[in-house]
């Protein structure tokens, strides 16, 4: 299939390596057009000068920003996606984005005569290489069928969740859950240290326990070996979910204490200086002395 990806930061090139590996033909654009190179020179894709042009002959777009004003920009620009969009062409909106954001971009890409649905992903850039993405969609079901082959270059599981926004949701929803396992696994991983366990032993436990999630198992060399593996989420986009998962909880009146005391500690590593550093290195940061 004619493939265009906008978006070429970690996890977007890892699945655009993937999604050219099956054989589709795939076209990149990304703000910073050396990333989009890089993606070009993997895989043989083509690169794109704008969104508008990427988009222009493909049947399936995959969009994958860092946040809410990336993607609304991108769409909504002179020559941004919807400008090029093109009759029955299908938007698989990827990023971590408020439900509200994915709702109001739908009717602008229908009067283009084409679908978006919104199909979040979960997992790091390690599970997009192995091709055993999850991916969480809402809206129309033939669109995502017709989707189907290109989303299955780098997913094992596609869940139809609902309505357009339904994915997003769930998105946030998932995240909530990884963000809180990972300061969990931060505190119990220095609280083994402090009382004088080894780290590496201790991980050993926590994978072979009932707490040994897929999160604790792929993220065992980035724990263990802090600052030493490439960051795969950073934490300044980790605060940038748990705003989105705050404000969700304030819109359905969700009680989210651990989420929150989560957020408080993400917000205190940022004031530390630590958002470009991986999500893991909470750990790190609470290996630091405490203030006073």
Do not use: W
């Not at 979910?241 to 204490?257: F, K, S």
């Amino acid at each position: 299939m004619r493939v265009a990806l906008i978006g070429a930061g970690r996890m977007g090139s890892a699945m655009g390596v993937r999604v050219a590996a099956a054989g589709h033909d795939l076209m990149v654009f990304n703000r910073t057009r050396s990333r989009a190179e890089e993606v070009a020179r993997r895989t043989g894709a083509s690169v794109a000068n704008t969104a508008r042009e990427a988009t222009a002959s493909a049947e399936i777009c995959l969009v994958s920003l860092a946040d809410d004003a990336a993607v609304t920009t991108t769409y909504l620009a002179d020559d941004g996606l919807i400008a090029g969009m093109q009759p029955d062409g299908v938007v698989c909106e990827m990023s971590t984005v408020a439900p509200a954001t994915v709702r109001g971009l739908t009717p602008l890409v229908a009067q283009k005569g084409a679908t978006l649905i919104d199909t979040p992903v979960s997992g790091s850039v390690s599970v997009v290489e192995a091709g055993t993405l999850t991916v969480m969609a809402g809206g129309d079901l033939p669109a995502l069928e017709r989707a189907r082959p290109v989303l299955k270059a780098f997913a094992t599981s596609i869940f139809h969740l609902g309505e357009v926004g339904a994915g997003a949701t769930m998105k946030l929803v998932v995240n909530s859950l990884v963000h809180s396992l990972n300061v969990a696994v931060s505190e119990a991983l220095v609280l083994a240290e402090k009382a004088g366990l080894d780290r590496q032993a201790v991980y050993d436990v926590f994978e072979s326990s009932a707490a040994g999630a897929p999160y604790v198992k792929y993220k065992r060399a980035a724990f263990l070996q802090p600052g030493e593996v490439p960051v795969a989420f950073s934490l300044s986009l980790v605060a940038k979910d748990q705003e989105l998962i705050h404000d969700l909880a304030q819109q359905v009146a969700a009680r989210m204490d651990q989420a929150e005391a989560s957020r408080q500690l993400v917000a205190e590593a940022l004031e530390a200086h630590m958002g470009d550093r991986d999500i893991s290195e909470v750990a790190e940061f609470l290996r630091r002395p405490a203030p006073g």
